[in-house]
C-alpha cells in the first residue's frame, strides 16, 4: 500500500524559498505508471495543483504560478521535492504530496492517493 | 480550463438525493474528469475518475456522468457520513484544475 508523507519547514519567511519533500512508502516512484503531483489549500479555500513530475524528469507546473516553482526526483531515496521561490502570504497553505496527473508519461491519471498534507505558513 | 460547480451549497436530509453539477470552459480532453470528496481536517479522497469510474472502496451510491463539458456527480441517497466538500477536477490537460467546491451539509 502507497502511502505519502510530506515534510519540511512550517514556517517560511518572505521573499525565502519554500521547500518540501515527499517521502513514498510502498512502492517505487519510477514504477513507470504515475507521475507525481503538489497541490496546496489556502485556509478555507480550493485546491490549486502545483506541478508534477514523472520519474524521468518530464515536469508540468502551473502558469499562475509564474515559474517560482521547482520539482525534484531523488529515485534512490524515493522521494519527490518542491521548491518555491519568492514565498509570500498568499503561498500559506496546506501542501499536499498526491500520486497522479500523469499516466506512463501521458495525461491521464487522477490523484488517488494524497498524503496527510504540511501546513507552511510565510511570515516574518 | 475553468471549473464551475454548481451549487456552492446543497442542504439535504438523509435519505434525500444529491445531485451535484460541474461545468468545464472547454471540452475536457477524452473525458478525464474527476470528483473528490473532502471533510474538514483531511486530505481529498478520490471517489470517481474518468468521469463515471468508482476508485477503490468507493459505495455505489455514488455515481458520475457527463461528457464535454457538462458532468454531473449524483449521491443515491445522501448519509450521515457524505456531508462534506465535493470537487470536481480535470486532468486531460496541463495545467489540471479544480472546481471550488460544492458543500453537502443538513
Known amino acids: 500500500q502507497v502511502d505519502l508523507q510530506e515534510s519540511g519547514p512550517t514556517l517560511v519567511k518572505p521573499s525565502q524559498t519554500l521547500s518540501l519533500t515527499c517521502t513514498v512508502s510502498?512502492?517505487?516512484?519510477?514504477?513507470?505508471?504515475?507521475?507525481w503531483s503538489w497541490i496546496r489549500q489556502a485556509p478555507g479555500k480550493g485546491l490549486e495543483w502545483i506541478g508534477c513530475i514523472y520519474y524521468t524528469g518530464i515536469t508540468y507546473d502551473n502558469p499562475s504560478l509564474k515559474s517560482r516553482v521547482s520539482l525534484s526526483v531523488d529515485i534512490s531515496k524515493n522521494q519527490i521535492s518542491l521548491r518555491l521561490a519568492s514565498v509570500t502570504a498568499a503561498d500559506t497553505a496546506e501542501y499536499y504530496c498526491?500520486?497522479?496527473?500523469?499516466?506512463?508519461?501521458?495525461?491521464?491519471?487522477?490523484?488517488?492517493?494524497w498524503g496527510r498534507g504540511t501546513m507552511v505558513t510565510v511570515s516574518s | 480550463i475553468v471549473l464551475t460547480q454548481s451549487p456552492g451549497t446543497l442542504s439535504l436530509s438523509p435519505g434525500e438525493r444529491a445531485t451535484l453539477s460541474c461545468r468545464a470552459s472547454?471540452?475536457?480532453?477524452?473525458?478525464?474528469l474527476a470528483w473528490y470528496q473532502q471533510k474538514p481536517g483531511q486530505a481529498p479522497r478520490l471517489l470517481i475518475y474518468?468521469?463515471?469510474s468508482r476508485a477503490t472502496g468507493i459505495p455505489a451510491r455514488f455515481s458520475g456522468s457527463g461528457s464535454g463539458t457538462d458532468f454531473t456527480l449524483t449521491i443515491s441517497e445522501v448519509e450521515p457520513d457524505d456531508f462534506a466538500v465535493y470537487y470536481c477536477q480535470q486532468f486531460g490537460s496541463a495545467p489540471f484544475t479544480f472546481g471550488p467546491g460544492t458543500k453537502v451539509d443538513f
Open positions: 498526491v500520486r497522479g496527473g500523469l499516466w506512463f508519461g501521458d495525461f491521464g491519471a487522477a490523484f488517488d492517493i
Open positions: 510502498g512502492g517505487s516512484i519510477n514504477s513507470g505508471a504515475y507521475s
Open positions: 472547454q471540452t475536457v480532453y477524452s473525458n478525464y
Open positions: 474518468g468521469v463515471s
